[in-house]
């Protein structure tokens, strides 16, 4: 009896969550909102019983230090994104463009660039510009809509069942870490569905694609840690992608907040410094928010400083004549380059010799100069401007 009072509401709420994602062939279109239920069906696939599934979703700041999960040895080290390029997904001639372009990231839009008329459109051409047209060395993206549109679904469809897979998938508007889960469950469930129907394109699954998730909400900044925790926990880390990346989308975060952009970005002073903050926690790249004033070079080039400066990996871009400002901007120059190669050699040869703190050049240098430096010198190393040395790098 105790068993039949205790069991008996969560095997029917599984009944109902169940019939939906079995015999409708549209059930997976609806926005994961309508079908947040459904998750106490997964756990209980999964053999967790619905008690420790809430446990689970809410206590993810009790999984461990970052230190303990992901590494960045595990998944390869992340390409550079100085500059994140957006490009319209329907726009052939702009694609075709932006391909003799020199830009870290090139990114094909399903989501705001793309009106709602638009939509197919994007999704029919955007697997056809992945197959036909070379992007060089650009780490090519593909930003998909949101998980509580319609949408979703058939931009995932169309992307991960295409010819030639991008490099790197973007999800916009992540609120919560069940919206990541029931992105990574729905990509892995259309990515198994389509090797069971040609097995001849496994080969082409084997690595994980990238994945970036942007903030861009009050909700979302809240639940910030819980999403960069998702992927790195083993009992929910993806079958598809590998979550290396958090974009701050400030248009978006200052409407919803109440606020308005401004040229100062005041409004947005504790957004993107919160973000950068648990984003780097990760070991995950922080990407900047855009600036829509693509005219104002100069503009954008301060802008583009202070992000560095603040240790942001790189900016969005939403026009080419941004992307050297930006790029230049988040690469260090020759000088100091050669002040953190120093600094570097240095600290090898004084710690050899026992001593914490030294002189360089008329500073004192510390331990946390010293990581400073390596993050310069690796920079450096990703913009291509050096080779690797790995005897420089503090063990």
């Known amino acids: 009896c105790l068993f039949v009072c205790c069991c008996y509401p969560f095997l029917l709420l599984s009944l109902v969550a169940l019939f939906p994602c079995c015999c409708c062939p549209f059930s997976r279109l609806v926005p994961m909102n309508i079908l947040s239920v459904s998750s106490v069906l997964n756990s209980l696939r999964r053999g967790v019983v619905a008690s420790s599934t809430i446990t689970r979703r809410f206590k993810f700041s009790h999984i461990g230090p970052p230190s303990l999960l992901r590494t960045e040895k595990e998944h390869g080290p992340p390409p550079p994104r100085r500059a994140l390029l957006y490009l319209p997904g329907h ?130 900044l809240m639940n910030l840690r819980k999403v960069c925790e998702l992927d790195n926990a083993m009992c929910f880390a993806s079958e598809v992608y590998s979550h290396e990346g958090v974009i701050i989308g400030g248009d978006d975060l200052a409407a919803d907040l109440g606020g308005t952009r401004t040229v100062t970005n005041t409004e947005l002073l504790y957004a993107r410094q919160h973000t950068l903050t648990v984003v780097k926690a990760f070991n995950m790249q922080a990407i900047d928010l855009v600036n829509i004033r693509f005219k104002d070079l100069d503009a954008l080039r301060a802008e583009s400083i202070e992000g560095a400066q603040w240790g942001f990996d790189g900016k969005q871009v939403i026009h080419p004549d941004q992307v050297p400002v930006v790029q230049d901007a988040y690469t260090p120059s020759e000088e100091k380059l050669d002040w953190a190669i120093g600094v570097l050699a240095a600290f090898k040869e004084y710690n050899e010799q026992g001593t914490g703190a030294f002189a360089f050049k008329g500073d004192m240098i510390d331990m946390p100069t010293v990581k400073q430096c390596e993050n310069i010198y690796k920079l450096g190393v990703l913009a291509g401007k050096l080779e690797m040395n790995e005897a420089l790098l503090v063990v």
Not at 114 to 135: C, Q, Y
Not at 176 to 184: A, I, R
């Open 91 to 220: 726009d052939e001639r702009k694609v075709k463009k932006a391909s003799g372009l020199d830009v870290d990231c090139v990114c094909l839009d399903m989501e705001d660039a793309v009106s709602e008329h638009k939509k197919d459109e994007a999704r029919r051409g955007i697997p056809l510009f992945l197959n036909t047209i070379s992007f060089g060395r650009s780490d090519v993206a593909v930003r998909v809509n949101s998980v509580t549109t319609t949408h979703v679904y058939k931009d995932l469809e169309a992307v991960l069942t295409g010819p030639t897979l991008p490099n790197t998938i973007i999800l916009p508007k992540v609120d919560t870490p069940e919206q990541l889960e029931w992105f990574f469950e729905v990509s892995a469930h259309i990515v198994q569905m389509h090797k069971a129907e040609y097995p001849e394109e496994h080969s082409k699954y084997k690595k994980k694609l990238r994945l970036i998730t942007q903030v861009e909400s009050g909700l979302g």
